[in-house]
């Protein structure tokens, strides 16, 4: 399989281990709380901007819109690790690199885009629950990404074996 695609696939479930991971975190501190999930779900549409185009906005709409952009940032997070991986000669530790992007994601959000877009969707819950969103899912995504690189070291060293006999 070419580089490029493996960097998809592994991307894709990046995105989608991380997306879960964040649905998990906040569906367990909304039952911690007594809060009420469905209205973060709803939140996610407003602040992405669908429910401008979707005025009766579900909650599994704002669980596919979350999963959307979980996959599409899994995607740019894979092909980021991948050229660092690459620079620093290989096999790295994805986990410092994940957790250092995800938390450099929520402060951009949090503070530049979040503001601007969907003021109403920063307080929806504290600072410390977004964050820890976010840096789960930079763990999970390190985890599905060290996966890869564990799978591509296996096929070189399997390539390496054939081309040596």
Same mark, same amino acid.
């Given at each position: 399989?070419?580089?490029?695609?493996?960097? !998809?696939?592994?991307?894709?479930?990046?995105? #989608? @281990? $991380?997306?879960? =991971?964040? +649905?998990?975190? *906040? &569906?367990?501190?909304?039952?911690?709380?007594?809060?009420?999930?469905? !209205?973060?779900?709803?939140?996610?549409?407003? #602040? @992405? $901007?669908?429910? =401008?185009? +979707?005025?009766? *906005? &579900?909650?599994?709409?704002?669980?596919?819109?979350?999963?959307?952009?979980?996959?599409?940032?899994?995607?740019?997070? #894979?092909?980021?690790?991948? =050229?660092?991986?690459?620079?620093?000669?290989?096999?790295?530790?994805?986990?410092?690199?994940?957790?250092?992007?995800?938390?450099?994601?929520?402060?951009?959000?949090?503070?530049?885009?979040?503001?601007?877009?969907?003021?109403?969707?920063?307080?929806?819950?504290?600072?410390?629950?977004?964050?820890?969103?976010?840096?789960?899912?930079?763990?999970?995504?390190?985890?599905?990404?060290?996966?890869?690189?564990?799978?591509?070291?296996?096929?070189?060293?399997?390539?390496?074996?054939?081309?040596?006999?």
């Amino acid at each position: 399989m070419s580089h490029k695609f493996e960097t !998809i696939r592994y991307g894709v479930i990046a995105g #989608a @281990a $991380g997306g879960l =991971a964040e +649905i998990a975190w *906040v &569906s367990l501190y909304a039952l911690a709380t007594g809060g009420n999930a469905a !209205i973060l779900a709803r939140g996610v549409t407003t #602040a @992405a $901007g669908v429910s =401008a185009l +979707i005025p009766a *906005v &579900s909650v599994g709409l704002g669980v596919a819109v979350h999963m959307t952009l979980a996959v599409t940032l899994g995607l740019g997070l #894979a092909f980021a690790w991948r =050229a660092f991986s690459a620079k620093r000669g290989g096999s790295v530790n994805p986990y410092p690199f994940m957790l250092a992007a995800l938390a450099g994601v929520w402060g951009i959000n949090f503070f530049v885009v979040l503001p601007l877009v969907s003021p109403a969707f920063i307080h929806m819950v504290p600072y410390a629950v977004s964050l820890t969103s976010k840096l789960l899912f930079g763990l999970a995504a390190a985890a599905v990404l060290r996966r890869q690189d564990k799978s591509a070291l296996n096929a070189r060293t399997v390539v390496s074996a054939r081309s040596a006999s």
